[in-house]
């Protein structure tokens, strides 16, 4: 399939103001312009209902013009995700979206079973997943699993039990898929500069790092590289502390050692780009990046349009790695915009992190809410609008040949 992916919604770049300096790139999802119940006019303003009465549309082939949802489905080791968008111009408007931590990959590492429990909270997810998008009318549908599926034993029969109990029909994609979506998802918020740059993506069961070269509607994927370590691979498979902060200290040299000996490889592949680099460029995506931007900028809650799209100093990424790594998982469940969810799992997060900033030593990182449903919605779109095109192009050909 050739992506030809519609850049996004172009913004002005600003800072934070009253938090902790950092740039934020000038890309951006486009919002909605009201909200969406059942596609009505709201009634809020005049304009609103201006923008409802003339809905953009996807010129079809035989000249009928049609309002179109397209929807991404990403089931990870730990979370349950999915968007569903319409095209708006060169960009798409998300008209709903769900999000779930599910803990698929929970004891995964230790058995190399999908456990019966994590199987009925992903399956509780999907449920509503479905349900969305029955009530959405959505007319591609792309959903896929991940590391969880692709290492468990059971995993295609659980994929088969989902699309029996939910019609979703899952597809376990190949770690190299996973890396090229999420870069075809997240890769316009990288910085402006000449040379490679590395995008990675964090997840639960595996990291993707990629080695791009900037240019065009697409980078061009010059090496990549997936290792079975993610915030809860690593997590079940280095013991936990002994309570006190020397065994904290330990378990985080234990988890960067794992980390550092699979990103070996790589680092040595991906040496002479760094060093004939004008400028070293790094973007993130994931929970872990996303949370400690959170963190960086001292927010009392998670919050999307602060953290998407912003440049962060590595050098604040490391300090926060370092002191989360350092205190207890009770102290961390403290801190704002990391609670119970992400107490357990951040540290493995930091540990990753914390290689990759070694093997990529960027003065600073970009931080993208954004990846694989993002780059799956692009890759929709643009196939769907070229099938369009080649079947408009078949009927004018029949109507010349009558």
């Known amino acids: 399939m050739a992506d030809r992916p519609p850049p996004d919604l172009t913004r002005g770049a600003g800072t934070q103001r009253g938090k902790p300096s950092g740039k934020v790139a000038d890309f951006r999802y486009k919002r909605p312009s009201q909200p969406d119940h059942n596609d009505t006019a709201s009634a809020a303003s005049p304009s609103a209902r201006a923008r409802a009465a003339h809905p953009h549309r996807i010129h079809a082939g035989n000249g009928r013009t049609r309002r179109q949802a397209y929807a991404a489905l990403d089931l990870g080791t730990n979370n349950c995700r999915l968007l569903i968008a319409r095209p708006s111009g060169e960009n798409f408007t998300v008209i709903d979206a769900f999000s779930r931590v599910v803990r698929l990959g929970e004891d995964l590492a230790a058995t190399g079973r999908l456990s019966d429990e994590a199987m009925e909270r992903a399956l509780a997810a999907l449920h509503i997943c479905a349900e969305k998008l029955r009530r959405r009318n959505v007319h591609l549908a792309r959903s896929v ?206 540990a990753i992190l914390e290689s990759i900033m070694d093997l990529w030593p960027a003065p600073q990182l970009g931080v993208a809410d954004r990846g694989i449903r993002e780059g799956i919605l692009r890759s929709l779109i643009a196939a769907d609008a070229q099938g369009e095109e080649g079947r408009a192009m078949l009927a004018r050909q029949r109507e010349q040949s009558l």
Request: aromatic share 4%.
């Open 145 to 350: 699993a991940t590391e969880a599926c692709r290492r468990a034993s059971n995993g295609a029969d659980f994929i088969a039990r989902v699309r029996e109990e939910t019609g979703i029909v899952l597809d376990i994609i190949s770690a190299q898929e996973e890396a090229r979506l999420a870069v075809l998802g997240c890769h316009i918020l990288l910085e402006s500069g000449i040379g490679p740059a590395v995008i990675f993506d964090i997840g639960g069961g595996s990291t993707e790092l990629v080695l791009i070269e900037p240019g065009g509607p697409v980078p061009r994927i010059l090496d990549w590289l997936s290792v079975p370590w993610g915030v809860v691979s690593l997590t079940d498979s280095v013991p936990p502390p002994d309570g006190t902060q020397q065994g904290r200290e330990r378990r985080y040299a234990e988890m960067r050692r794992l980390v550092d000996e699979s990103f070996a490889p790589f680092a040595e592949r991906v040496r002479p780009a760094m060093e004939e680099a004008d400028t070293i460029r790094l973007l993130g995506t994931s929970g872990t990046v996303t949370t400690l931007a959170s963190l960086h900028l001292e927010l009392p809650q998670y919050d999307r349009q602060a953290v998407d799209g912003l440049i962060v100093p590595s050098d604040s990424m490391r300090g926060i790695c370092r002191r989360l790594s350092t205190i207890s998982e009770a102290e961390r469940r403290t801190v704002p915009c990391i609670g119970d969810d992400r107490a357990n799992l951040v540290v493995a997060g930091c």
